[in-house]
């Protein structure tokens, strides 16, 4: 009676329930409804329905299968879970677990250790605290009628918003299968006291948490955009009398895609100082087994060339196999290097088609692909050849220009890509900065947050808040935070009053 989508497919799920699954459900009810109804006399503590309706001859051969038929379904339901509380991870309602991709097929084959472990631990408590089959089916039957009618609800709503029926139908589905399912829901709750309460605490608790979780995280959300400050500010930094910009690059997490996050100004204003190369990092996960190396980075201008700060998304998917930190540094700083040589050619030929320069170009650049590249080979041979002090002119149109060594000295080669000798200069100058920083090290900069009440709160309000500082201090933190040395992390601490 129970499947996963994330293992099955619609048709296969489809095909073993009409063909197999429902005949096989018909026969068992109508075989045991025939049985009592000519043997009703009977009563022992010691026997079930389903078992003295079998004949002695096969009694152990069904019980086996039976014992095989609840361990698949038990597998379902435990596949089942997992994919709901991935499925609640991805839109914020449920916190942060480890989820293990077991197929590179299947987006749903998915393995929780954490929610595995909670399952077995509640199986071995419900069975030691119980220690009554009655009692365990009074739990498990109002579970399983509860997911019935909610069901039968939840198909209404898609009869009218999915399947666009009219209303008067919906309304008919849900009052013919929704009052059958409302008697037998209503005879399992008169069992309450009698282990049907177990089911209806677990799923209290669980709700408890999803919603805690959730509107503290979207609280945080809109406290993030509504006290994230403006590209205008950050432009203004350098221009205030004992603002230093420190030699290295910082990369600046934050999940926001736009603008400046309010970490960083908080940084900014207990410490004036910010390093020379800013990089403002959002780590997304996306919903495919792979990203291709050459779509990884998205990379864009916060600001004018002179300021030298970017923004970089960085895509992961679901199997992909997260850097150690040295290589991220090294894709990142060479996708930095491609970008500003590709927006330099890209600049330079709007100036040959318009003759007007924008003064900073505010898109994302996916770096690395194939359209891009061609674009950076624009007019190859009229171009003009510059190098500077540190940087070499080569002729490898096709490298990316980037070279390392033991100690984390970068040396870059710029192609002839620019159709002017001022941008050509630009360029080398943005690299040759880009290499100085890198030569001086990297910091990581994350934010650090816990979230209090306003004064005059409501008691609900600080129960929650209290619930999601507990949940987010004993849950698993951010996967950036996990492959960073503490030598290189600085954690930025952000109060997120609610």
């Not at 994330?6 to 025939?34: D, E, K, N, R, W």
């Not at 997992?82 to 839109?91: A, K, P, R, T």
């Amino acid at each position: 009676m129970f499947a996963d989508l994330g293992h099955f497919s619609y048709s296969a799920i489809q095909l073993a329930f009409t063909s197999l699954v429902y005949p096989a459900l018909i026969l068992a009810y109508m075989g045991q409804a025939a049985y009592l109804s000519k043997h009703h006399d009977f009563y022992s503590n010691s026997q079930v329905g389903f078992y003295i309706a079998v004949p002695d001859k096969v009694r152990w051969p069904v019980l086996v299968l039976a014992i095989l038929a609840s361990v698949v379904g038990s597998q379902a339901i435990i596949s089942g879970t997992f994919s709901i509380i991935n499925q609640s991870q991805s839109l914020s309602c449920f916190p942060r677990v480890k989820v293990v991709h077991t197929s590179e097929k299947i987006h749903g084959q998915i393995y929780i250790p954490e929610i595995n472990w909670l399952l077995m631990i509640l199986c071995i408590a419900v069975t030691v605290g119980f220690r009554d089959t009655k009692h365990m089916g009074n739990a498990s039957g109002l579970a399983v009628i509860t997911v019935m009618l909610v069901t039968t609800f939840l198909t209404s709503l898609v009869i009218m918003v999915c399947w666009h029926k009219p209303p008067l139908l919906a309304l008919g589905f849900l009052l013919f299968f929704g009052s059958v399912e409302a008697l037998y829901f209503s005879a399992s709750l008169i069992k309450f006291l009698e282990g049907a309460w177990l089911p209806i605490l677990l799923a209290l608790i669980l709700m408890a948490v999803m919603l805690v979780w959730h509107i503290t995280t979207i609280k945080k959300y809109e406290f993030d955009l509504q006290n994230k400050v403006t590209l205008e500010w950050l432009l203004a930094l350098g221009d205030k009398l004992g603002m230093v910009r420190v030699p290295g690059i910082g990369l600046v997490y934050t999940d926001l895609t736009s603008g400046v996050p309010a970490n960083f100004s908080r940084f900014v204003t207990n410490l004036p100082a910010f390093h020379k190369v800013l990089v403002f990092v959002c780590v997304k996960s996306v919903p495919v087994p792979y990203v291709f190396p050459a779509e990884r980075y998205l990379v864009g201008r916060v600001g004018p060339p002179g300021h030298r700060s970017y923004r970089c998304i960085v895509r992961y998917g679901y199997r992909d196999v997260h850097q150690d930190v040295d290589s991220f540094e090294t894709e990142l700083i060479e996708s930095l290097a491609m970008f500003i040589k590709l927006n330099a050619s890209y600049r330079c030929s709007e100036v040959s088609q318009s003759e007007q320069l924008e003064e900073w170009e505010p898109g994302l650049t996916v770096i690395g692909s194939n359209t891009l590249r061609d674009h950076a080979s624009y007019d190859l041979q009229d171009s003009v050849q510059h190098s500077a002090a540190s940087v070499e002119v080569a002729d490898s149109p096709g490298g990316t220009g980037l070279e390392y060594n033991s100690s984390k000295q970068v040396r870059f080669f710029i192609d002839s890509l620019v159709v002017s000798p001022e941008a050509d200069k630009q360029v080398a100058e943005e690299l040759e900065a880009l290499a100085a920083a890198r030569e001086a090290g990297t910091a990581f900069i994350l934010g650090h947050s816990h979230v209090q009440c306003k004064p005059g709160s409501s008691v609900v309000k600080k129960l929650t808040v209290v619930g999601y500082n507990f949940l987010r201090r004993n849950c698993r933190g951010p996967d950036v935070v996990l492959r960073v040395p503490p030598a290189s992390l600085l954690e930025v601490g952000m109060v997120y009053v609610l």
